[in-house]
Nanobody, 117 residues
Framework: QVQLVESGGGLVQPGGSLRLSCAAS????????MAWYRQPPGKQRELVAR???????NYADSVKGRFTISRDNAKITVYLQMNSLRPEDTAVYYC???????????WGQGTQVTVSS
């Protein structure tokens, strides 16, 4: 059984910063990838950032240069540093991990990020 617990969301003014954390616990085994998705109100969930083996990363075009995904393997935690936030970044953010040879997906509970003046 795997559980992901997210934290770090909140209300921030445009141009501000937030750091999201997602800590995994349980029978983890091998983690193939870790990622952050977001879902603005009334819109589809979209990939924001992903980190894979060897710490290679990829980002949505809309966040390149502003967001940074990283991981702490010892703590089994993935982070999303968000800088220069814009109102269009407002969404519920979800972390995701893909585990093992069967490539099972697990999701965090979601954390609200609101960017508004």
């Amino acid at each position: 059984q795997v559980q992901l617990v997210e934290s770090g969301g909140g209300l921030v003014q445009p141009g501000g910063s937030l750091r999201l954390s997602c800590a995994a616990s349980g029978s983890i085994g091998r983690i193939n990838t870790m990622a952050w998705y977001r879902q603005p109100p009334g819109k589809q969930r979209e990939l924001v950032a992903r980190i894979i083996s060897g710490d290679s990363t990829n980002y949505a075009d809309s966040v390149k240069g502003r967001f940074t995904i990283s991981r702490d393997n010892a703590k089994i935690t993935v982070y999303l540093q968000m800088n220069s936030l814009r109102p269009e970044d407002t969404a519920v953010y979800y972390c995701n991990i893909n585990i093992g040879g069967l490539r099972r997906d697990y999701w965090g509970q979601g954390t609200q990020v609101t960017v508004s003046s």
